[in-house]
């Protein structure tokens, strides 16, 4: 006989299996670079600030935020490639094709970006934030604040 919890369990991971999953951006950033061509390989490789302008419904879930903070910004890298498994790391055809979870390629099936920023500024419905080096209009689905490894902090 199985116990309620282990059927739970079961169905649960029959249901993630097939699962469409649903994001909702929280925010969306607005930024000097229009396009990947322009965008450097990583924030700190002459990434400039950008906004990170809140959707109303997620609005008060940013209070508490303050300059200074170190934050992760989780994007969704709309204007990247999801059949893509294997690549050239930093498209660089002279490098050996290796697999896209090995890279920081925004070329993938869930092209989700994590980019940990500073705080400049904090507005009404806007944060500047950087250095950043996302396309302007990037979706944000999720932020989450750098901890610190001493304990006490």
């Known amino acids: 006989m199985t116990s309620r919890s282990e ?11 097939g699962a469409r999953l649903k994001l909702r951006p929280i925010a969306i950033i607005r930024s000097t670079i229009k ?3 322009e965008a450097p390989k990583q924030g700190s490789e002459g990434a400039p600030d950008a906004w990170l302008e809140t959707n109303s419904f997620a609005a008060r879930g940013f209070e508490g935020i ?15 490639r999801r059949d893509v498994l294997k690549v050239h790391p930093r498209s660089d ?3 050996k094709l290796t697999g896209v979870f090995a890279t920081r390629s925004p070329d993938r099936p869930n092209p989700l970006g994590l980019h940990r920023v500073t705080v400049r500024k904090v507005e009404k419905k806007q944060i500047r ?18 901890l610190s490894c001493e304990p006490g902090r």
């Open 93 to 95: 055809p002279q490098r």
């Open 129 to 146: 934030i950087g250095p950043i080096e996302v396309i302007d209009g990037t979706p944000v689905v999720d932020v989450k604040p750098v």
């Open 35 to 37: 396009n990947r061509k």
């Open 7 to 17: 059927g739970r369990s079961r169905r649960k991971k029959s249901s993630v299996r």
């Open 66 to 80: 303050s300059a200074g903070d170190e934050l992760f910004i989780v994007t969704w890298l709309h204007h990247g």
